[in-house]
Nanobody, 115 residues
Framework: QVPVVESGGGLVQAGGSLRLSCGVK????????LGWYRQAPGKERELVAG???????KYGDSVKGRFTVSRDNANHAAYLQMNSLKPEDTAVYYC?????????WGQGTQVTVSS
C-alpha cells in the first residue's frame, strides 16, 4: 500500500487559480507515474493531467493551456496548478500513482468554482 494524500482544494471564483498538492509516502517516488483525475457529480472520473517518470506530461482536452502538472521527486510530491478556472471545473480531484500494474488513489480534494 502506498499512502497518497491530496490537499489544496477549496472554493474559488471563476477566473481564479488553485494549486493542488499530492504527497506520496514511498522511497520509489521517482519510479511512479502520477496522474490527476476528477469526478463531478453524476459524471465519470476523467483524466485531468499526468506526468511520467521521464517528465513527459499529458493533459485532458478541457484543461489544456490552463492547468499545469509537475512533480518534485526530492520531496515526493506532485502538483496541479489550475488557472483560469471555470464553473465546469468543479469536481473532486484525485491523485493516482501507478507502480507497474498497481494503482493507488488518494481520498480526493473538493474544488468548487463559482460563477
Amino acid at each position: 500500500q502506498v499512502p497518497v494524500v491530496e490537499s489544496g482544494g477549496g472554493l474559488v471564483q471563476a477566473g481564479g487559480s488553485l494549486r493542488l498538492s499530492c504527497g506520496v509516502k514511498t522511497k520509489i517516488f521517482s519510479s511512479l507515474t502520477l496522474g490527476w483525475y476528477r469526478q463531478a457529480p453524476g459524471k465519470e472520473r476523467e483524466l485531468v493531467a499526468g506526468v511520467y517518470t521521464n517528465g513527459q506530461r499529458k493533459y485532458g482536452d478541457s484543461v489544456k493551456g490552463r492547468f499545469t502538472v509537475s512533480r518534485d521527486n526530492a520531496n515526493h510530491a506532485a502538483y496541479l496548478q489550475m488557472n483560469s478556472l471555470k464553473p465546469e471545473d468543479t469536481a473532486v480531484y484525485y491523485c493516482k500513482v501507478s507502480i507497474g500494474s498497481n494503482d493507488y488513489w488518494g481520498q480526493g480534494t473538493q474544488v468548487t468554482v463559482s460563477s
